[in-house]
Every structure is written in structure tokens, then in C-alpha cells.
Nanobody, 121 residues
Framework: QVQLVESGGGLVQPGGSLRLSCAASGSIFIITDMAWYRQAPGKERELVAS???????TYADSVKGRFTISRDNAKNTVYLQMNSLKPEDTAVYYC???????????????WGQGTQVSVSS
């Protein structure tokens, strides 16, 4: 079995910072792409940022220059550093990873349980 466990969410004032972490565990052979998504109330889930195993990154236009995605391949962990947070960043943030399990040849998509980020004064 494979699990993704997120941490680091919470309540922060506008302009503040938070760092999200997501650790993958279980019968993992290799993790290819990792990403963070978010879903605000009444809205569809959207891609926030993604990172390849080699470290290439992409960002949603709304977070460019404020958020930074990174990963530690040795720890099977992905991070999201969020700076200059705005009320519109309020959402549940989900970790996503494409993982090839031991003994398998194809990567499957896995999701974390989500962590709430609230930006309010």
C-alpha cells in the first residue's frame, strides 16, 4: 500500500507564510512527478505547482513568484513554500504523486487527504 501524508496547513494572516509538506510511504519503487493541487469551496480542484523527479517546475499564474515547490527524492517528500499569502489562496491543498510500486511497471496516481490553508485577518 502507498500513502501520502500532508502537514503544515493552518490559519495565517494576509501577507504571511506557510510551508506544506507531503511524505509518501509504502511499497514504493520510484516517484516520478509530484504536485500540489487546491480546491476552494464551490470551485473545482486546480493545479498549483508541479515538479518532476529531475526538479523541473511549473506554477499556476496566480501563485508565480509567491510559491515555491521543491522535493527531496531520498525522503519521498514534496514541499510547498507559500509566501505573501492572500485570502484567495484559502483552500484545501492536496498532494499528488505518480508512483511506481515495487514489482510494477506503470505509475499510478496517488492523493493525500488534504490540508486546510486559511488566509484571513
Amino acid at each position: 500500500q502507498v500513502q501520502l501524508v500532508e502537514s503544515g496547513g493552518g490559519l495565517v494572516q494576509p501577507g504571511g507564510s506557510l510551508r506544506l509538506s507531503c511524505a509518501a510511504s509504502g511499497s514504493i519503487f520510484i516517484i516520478t512527478d509530484m504536485a500540489w493541487y487546491r480546491q476552494a469551496p464551490g470551485k473545482e480542484r486546480e493545479l498549483v505547482a508541479s515538479i518532476t523527479r529531475g526538479g523541473s517546475t511549473t506554477y499556476a499564474d496566480s501563485v508565480k513568484g509567491r510559491f515555491t515547490i521543491s522535493r527531496d527524492n531520498a525522503k519521498n517528500t514534496v514541499y510547498l513554500q507559500m509566501n505573501s499569502l492572500k485570502p484567495e489562496d484559502t483552500a484545501v491543498y492536496y498532494c499528488n504523486a505518480k508512483i511506481i510500486k515495487r514489482g510494477q511497471l506503470i505509475a499510478n496516481n496517488y492523493w493525500g487527504q488534504g490540508t486546510q490553508v486559511s488566509v484571513s485577518s
